[in-house]
């Protein structure tokens, strides 16, 4: 494992260690790099840049979170593609045990931005347990240019008025 600065760790399949967190820095400007694959984390008062190596899990990135950002992970979830990412895949709540690479497949192989995006749970009233409120999202296949747009779209004064209406409504 490499925490993306050059530098070796320690595991190469077991879990980072609070040593190996510590030293992910995050990065301040994302530029696209073709030696190394960056993750954003977003959500929950966290925007964030950081280097990731092909074995890092779900579980490693909420680790970090912990160290770098004192969240706890037992009051969000980490919400990534639902199956390997492609364009409309859909989205689910990833469990920690779940390899990065894996599941952002060609964004990770070609080093494209990738993101997870931390979703707060909520404490039930009756079990006093933090509880998912995130709601899978299936596939997304968009219709066909033909389908998607309607002649109703172009009326520019239709539109201003809707923007008037929302304004007033406040």
Not at 12 to 38: G, N, S
Request: charged share 35%.
């Amino acid at each position: 494992r490499r925490t993306g600065k050059g530098q070796t760790l320690s595991r190469w399949t077991m879990p980072l260690t609070q040593e190996d967190v510590a030293a992910i820095e995050t990065v301040a400007h994302y530029t696209h790099d073709e030696d190394q694959a960056y993750l954003m984390l977003y959500g929950e008062g966290v925007f964030d840049t950081i280097p990731i190596e092909a074995d890092y899990t779900v579980g490693d990135m909420k680790m970090w979170l912990k160290y770098h950002k004192s969240k706890d992970p037992s009051e969000y979830d980490l919400v990534g593609p639902k199956g390997v990412w492609k364009m409309g895949a859909g989205s689910e709540v990833l469990s920690d045990d779940q390899v990065i690479a894996d599941f952002m497949g060609p964004r990770f192989e070609n080093k494209w931005l990738m993101q997870l995006s931390l979703f707060p749970k909520k404490k039930s009233e009756e079990t006093g347990k933090w509880e998912s409120t995130f709601e899978t999202i299936e596939e997304w296949v968009p219709p066909p240019p033909e389908e998607a747009w309607e002649d109703d779209d172009d009326d520019e004064e239709k539109w201003m008025e809707e923007v008037k209406k929302s304004e007033m409504d406040g």
